[in-house]
Nanobody, 125 residues
Framework: QVQLVESGGGLVLPGGSLRLSCSAP????????TGWFRQAPGKEREFVAA????????YYADAVKGRFSISRDRANSVVFLQMNGLNPEDTAVYYC??????????????????WGQGTQVTVSS
């Protein structure tokens, strides 16, 4: 089973950009779908973006559609979340997840079995 390690979080000004990375040391994402979730203080973990690589399909939460983009490298060993146009409401701990969700579960935490430790994203002036 792969392990996931996120990186790329930090402090950014409103309107700025960050790119989060999720690596799978010693493994690849080739047999998994991948999702990004986030959790703000006092709130439940929520879906951000996901990709079913085998189908070439991507999914985004309405709150990030048009601003965030999920992608992966050619070796299938790193998954990225490019975040543009960040605003304070995007402040949260961001988690990478991998699994084999079906369409009805791809936007739910229950659709994934492997999670990273999270990386903090803070959007503030």
């Amino acid at each position: 089973q792969v392990q996931l390690v996120e990186s790329g979080g930090g402090l950014v000004l409103p309107g700025g950009s960050l790119r989060l990375s999720c690596s799978a040391p010693g493994g690849t994402f080739s047999s998994y779908s991948t999702g990004w979730f986030r959790q703000a203080p006092g709130k439940e973990r929520e879906f951000v973006a996901a990709a079913r690589w085998s189908l070439g399909t991507t999914y985004y939460a309405d709150a990030v559609k048009g601003r965030f983009s999920i992608s992966r490298d050619r070796a299938n060993s790193v998954v990225f979340l490019q975040m543009n146009g960040l605003n304070p409401e995007d402040t949260a701990v961001y988690y990478c997840a991998a699994g084999r969700p079906i369409r009805s579960t791809i936007e739910t935490t229950g659709g994934y079995t492997i999670w990273g430790q999270g990386t903090q994203v803070t959007v503030s002036s």
